[in-house]
């Protein structure tokens, strides 16, 4: 699998957008959703939440687990994927398009995220 | 996403594992093939196994709309054999076993002298000598299997029998699912339409001999392939190119978990344990008091049944969320903000949409449609209604 140059990541495999007028797309990479197994429900922060680089702000349950959901980035949601909430398999067929799953208003750049090389050396370990 | 999650492949099997070394686990004989379908594997009670292929919720429908194949080679055969090899399984098992005809096979358990449960098992009765000698296949869980060996080897003194470890002797195969009579059909000459659900019988299949059985652990017709592991792989791809066109797919053990979940068919460590009878697991029509003898748990057994009366125990149930959160092993049931049982196996349900549990609950809230009942799914308690199971029954 290939990951898309221009976002940066996670180690706890989020991906994030970089900002356009100051907002950023938030999620998870397809090493994450392969490794999850079919998504069947997430929860997501609602809009107008604050959230904080590496803190838990949703969660996604697959088949066998659930796993908490990490901002990798500081800021206000301004809106979440209301596709995503009624198809959560959008998250393994298209986790970085339609997959998608909050945007930020970046208050605060993050310093400590990996490229796309990075990450691929990172979750190939 | 936290990393722990990543390597956390739950099957829900918290029996301990040989070893955590990677090396030492075990494979099958299936397991370069596995490995060429792209399979994401997972540990099983110390055995490498294939988890999925491809999405989980497309090898579940597969199995209930087409059919599925499944290596299930970590599962333990034990061979008994002699001519006190039927009342020795009786003294041993709870089960009448002496009394399964030739050819046929048997759900039954294995328990301790107190009664509670060491293990599920299918026994089945593969032949007979004109001398009175009997030979009989008893398979265990995995996770049990050397368990249910050490207790049958200590069982056995006194007995004109022999148990025989044929763990490694057997490499075993499912193909599970509504076509799967026409695939096997198609491979065999041996009478499947004679084959009764519960019934084996020794033949060859796609020119490999193996001990063909029409068992499963997924609420399909289907059938258990018993075979020499050097024979496994060219009939996992015999069975691949006959279901070829009927949508024949390979299966993991993340979507057998599902479907045996729908079926209502309970897994050890979750339903079963060894503190649980099966009178407590809603299972004791498998203990058979008439039959001739003693056999260990006998007095035990007999007491927890007198027990029942005066004190009812938590009753397995099913759940159905209104929901779309999913329940998990260990959560609690709820009713008025009190806790009145345990969920024992809980996920998103294929067949029904939703997310199903099975649960041990106090007896006055387990009749289906008891209102007010809830799962605290961390900290929040989701409605769930009780049903009664199965969740799912295949149409005949």
């Not at chain 2, 059919?67 to 002699?82: N, R």
């Not at chain 2, 509670?116 to 593969?126: F, M």
């Not at chain 2, 049958?152 to 006194?158: I, P, S, Y």
């Not at chain 2, 022999?162 to 065999?188: F, H, N, W």
């Amino acid at each position: 699998m290939s990951n898309p140059q221009q976002l940066r990541y996670s180690k706890e495999h989020e991906w994030l957008s970089g900002a356009e007028d100051g907002v950023s797309t938030v999620g998870i990479t397809e090493h994450a959703a392969n490794a999850l197994g079919d998504v069947v429900f997430v929860q997501l922060p609602e809009v107008g939440a604050t959230v904080t680089a590496g803190e838990t702000c949703g969660e996604l349950e697959s088949t066998k687990s659930v796993s908490d959901l990490y901002s990798p980035v500081a800021g206000e949601v301004t809106e979440v994927n209301e596709d995503v909430v009624n198809d959560p398999s959008l998250v393994n067929s298209a986790p970085f398009e339609g997959g998608w799953l909050f945007k930020v208003r970046v208050a605060e750049e993050p310093a400590d995220l990996l490229s796309a090389d990075e990450y691929t050396a990172f979750s190939a370990g | 996403m936290g990393r722990n999650d990543l390597a956390r492949h739950a099957l829900g099997d918290d029996r301990p594992m040989s070893s955590n070394d990677p090396s030492q686990k075990r494979r099958t004989a299936l397991d370069a093939l596995h490995r060429s379908l792209g399979a994401t594997m997972t540990d099983f009670a110390g055995w490498d196994m294939p988890l999925r292929y491809g999405s989980e919720r497309d090898e579940h429908n597969a199995v209930r709309t087409k059919a599925g194949l499944f290596d299930l080679s970590h599962m333990g055969e034990i061979t008994v054999t002699g001519p006190q090899a039927a009342d020795f399984l009786n003294f041993a098992l709870v089960g009448n076993i002496a009394s399964v005809g030739v050819g046929r096979a048997r759900y039954t358990m294995i328990c301790q002298a107190d009664g509670g449960i060491l293990d599920d098992l299918i026994v089945y009765r593969l032949g007979e000598t004109e001398a009175g000698s009997s030979h009989y296949m008893v398979v265990a869980n995995a996770g049990n299997a050397q368990i249910v060996l050490d207790a049958l080897v200590e069982r056995v003194v006194g007995f004109d029998a022999v148990v025989r470890d044929d763990r490694d002797a057997y490499a075993l195969l499912a193909v599970q699912g509504p076509e799967s009579p026409g695939i096997l059909k198609s491979l065999t000459d041996a009478d499947l339409d004679g084959l009764k659900y519960y019934a084996g019988l020794p033949g060859t299949v796609a020119g490999v001999p193996a001990l063909i059985a029409r068992t499963g652990y997924t609420g399909e017709d289907g059938f258990e392939l018993f075979v020499k592991p050097e024979d496994a792989v060219e009939l996992w791809q015999a069975l691949t190119k006959a279901g070829e066109g009927v949508g024949l797919v390979p299966c993991g053990l993340s979507c057998r978990d599902t479907l045996r979940l729908e079926a209502g068919m309970p897994l050890y460590g979750h339903e079963l344990t060894t503190s649980l009878t099966p009178f407590d697991a809603g299972l004791g029509r498998v203990v058979k008091f008439e039959k001739a003898g003693d056999f260990v748990g006998r007095a035990a057994l007999r007491e927890a049944v007198e027990n029942l009366n005066h004190e009812p125990p938590r009753v397995l149930v099913g759940l159905v969320a209104e929901g779309r959160r999913v329940p998990r092993a260990g959560y609690p049931v709820v009713a008025d903000g009190q806790v009145i049982g345990e969920v024992t196996s809980g996920a998103p349900s294929p067949t029904l949409g939703k997310p199903i549990a099975m649960a041990y609950v106090d007896a006055e809230h387990s009749a289906p449609g008891t209102a007010g009942v809830g799962v605290d799914i961390r900290g929040s308690h989701e409605p769930y209604e009780v049903v009664a199971l199965p969740f799912y029954k295949r149409q005949k």
